[in-house]
């Protein structure tokens, strides 16, 4: 009884909270300003160095993958061998062969994870350094425009709606390839 005295009296606080700022808002309170909008992933697909970017992490990408591909052929072979030669080998030399391959079958695996890590911190640090510069063009462009404020209008943004002449992502890009070509 006493948790649901203490949850009720929790909703009431709330509730005098939410009150207090709807009726600081109704009292005339208005935010005014210039809004801007612009679409992150699009300045990452079309522009210059944002195709760059994507280049290098794609390259970056195939070469682990190769590394990874290599071992996995290695591993392969190694597994042939030892099935064709299974019958004919001692219990010893087949118990042997057996640990070989699983030693070397942990080491692929972690170096596999290793690798995966490196492909994962090299897209984080070249995304990263693009959004750097992206926000710095973002801004000379909204100083340029008067904005006050540009909100993310890509996918899982916060925009859900804005009006086309808001969008201001064609801007950011042509700046963007002046600045960065």
């Known amino acids: 009884m006493q948790k649901f005295a203490a949850a009720r009296v929790m909703w009431v606080f709330a509730l005098a909270a939410w009150m207090v700022t709807a009726a600081g808002c109704a009292g005339g309170a208005k935010i005014e300003g210039?809004?801007?909008l612009m679409d992150p992933s699009r300045v990452l697909n079309d522009?210059?160095?944002g195709k760059k970017a994507k280049d290098s992490l794609t390259a970056f990408s195939k070469n682990r993958q190769a590394l990874i591909e290599m071992e996995e052929k290695e591993l392969r072979?190694?597994?042939e061998d030892f099935i064709k030669q299974?019958?004919?080998?001692?219990?010893a030399a087949k118990s042997e062969r057996e640990q070989v391959f699983r030693r070397r079958m942990a080491e692929y695996q972690q170096k596999a994870g290793e690798l995966n890590r490196e492909v994962q911190?090299?897209?984080k640090d070249v995304l990263e350094a693009f959004r750097d510069k992206v926000e710095a063009v973002v801004a000379k462009v909204a100083k340029r425009?008067?904005?006050q404020v540009v909100?993310?209008?890509?996918?899982?943004?916060?925009?859900i709606y804005?009006?086309?002449e808001l969008d201001i992502t064609t801007q950011v890009i042509e700046e963007f390839n002046k600045e960065y070509p």
């Open 34 to 36: 210039k809004i801007g």
């Open 47 to 49: 522009s210059n160095a």
């Open 77 to 79: 072979r190694m597994e």
């Open 86 to 91: 299974a019958s004919v080998l001692s219990p």
């Open 121 to 123: 911190e090299k897209q």
């Open 145 to 147: 425009n008067g904005l």
């Open 151 to 159: 909100i993310d209008k890509g996918k899982g943004g916060p925009a």
């Open 162 to 164: 804005g009006a086309e």
